[in-house]
């Protein structure tokens, strides 16, 4: 009888070097592709290593499950979507699937793009669960930002990561709670000089000066003009703001007539701000807009080659235009 009992602490013993020893070797070897896999909740242990067998993951579901009894994990593993990468280990896969590392996607929303065109891209996006496709604009800023008539501006462009399959919606939540922390934070610092009533004015501010200039040296410039020119009750007659108003009608030419069609986006017909913003300002230009130059500029225009000539009255100014209009013909 001890021979017996001492047979079979040598085979646990055994078995239990075996496993030890296989769950530190890679499961996918590295250059080979990674394996997508799932979860669904309430699985229990024996139900999670077969999904993930079945899923393509060349492992013996017997054996994984094995190993999270082993290690007393097999109560703590997460349902969700994962991605087992070459060179995990069958032990790695266990503590991934017990801290829900779940597999990440990525989002990118870029700085000047419109809200229509931010709808675009997250609509399209594979990894995201869709649950505001259908939704009106209205609709949508009800369950995110209620307080608001328009949704233009109200996100702040970073690229986002997320667990694969999580809702749309999250996206635009975790958006504008980025653009409203950055908004208000800058307004509690702000100098009281400025010409804003709200912070909304100030993002309004900040998405003109996002479309006029590419140039990061310039958008402290550029603010500087549209600051100096609300001061001073000056129309601010900036052609971004008489695109956005177009809206479909702009083919990528802005004319005359256009300039002098009133809508509540035209700052050549309308003084002030616009309504809302035109577009989603970064952090970059929402700084210009909180921090203008110190600087007497009324007046810039293009140079042709990326940067702009700034005037401080009409004269120079009409003369920077005949001079650099001739330049680019």
């Known amino acids: 009888m001890k021979k017996f009992i001492a047979a079979i602490f040598i085979l646990g013993l055994v078995a239990a070097g075996m496993i030890a020893l296989w769950a530190r070797q890679p499961i996918v ?21 077969r999904q993930i067998a079945n899923a393509g993951v060349p492992i013996q579901p017997i054996m994984l499950e094995i190993l999270a009894r082993f290690t007393n994990m097999s109560t703590k593993i997460k349902a969700g979507s994962y991605e087992l990468k070459p060179g995990t280990t069958p032990l790695g896969l ?24 931010m709808r675009q891209v997250i609509a ?10 259908a939704l009106s604009e209205q609709e949508l800023l009800a369950r995110i930002a209620p307080d608001y008539k328009k ?4 996100f702040f462009p ?19 709670t980025q653009m409203m922390r950055k ?24 998405s003109i000066i996002e479309k006029e200039t590419g140039q990061r040296s310039e958008r402290n ?7 100096n020119r609300l001061s001073r009750g000056m129309l601010l007659q900036t052609d971004p703001t008489v695109i956005y108003g177009m809206m479909e009608e702009y083919q990528g030419n802005i004319r005359k007539r256009d300039l002098q069609a009133d809508t509540p986006y035209n700052t050549y017909t309308r003084a002030g ?4 913003p035109i577009a989603l300002p970064g952090a970059e230009s929402l700084d210009a807009a909180f921090n203008p130059a110190k600087s007497d500029a009324l007046y810039f225009v293009s140079r042709g080659n990326g940067t702009s000539q700034f005037s401080s009255n009409l004269a120079d100014h009409n003369a920077a235009v005949n001079r650099f209009q001739r330049y680019q013909r």
């Open 183 to 206: 908004l208000n934070d800058a307004w509690a610092a702000r100098d009281p000089a400025l010409p804003y009533k709200t912070p909304y004015d100030a993002l309004i501010m900040a």
């Open 151 to 154: 949704a233009e501006g109200l």
């Open 94 to 117: 266990i503590r991934q699937l017990v801290r829900g590392e779940f597999a990440q996607e990525t989002l990118a929303i870029i700085e000047g793009w419109t809200f229509k065109q």
């Open 29 to 49: 070897d590295a250059g080979q592709p990674s394996v997508e896999f799932s979860i669904k909740p309430g699985s229990g242990v024996r139900g999670a290593t």
């Open 273 to 276: 701000l616009p309504p809302t």
């Open 158 to 176: 970073d690229t986002y990561r997320f667990a694969k399959g999580s809702s749309d919606l999250q996206i635009y939540k975790l958006a504008h």
């Open 124 to 133: 399209a996006h594979a990894g995201l669960k869709h649950e505001t496709d």
């Open 221 to 227: 410039m550029i603010a500087s003009v549209f600051v």
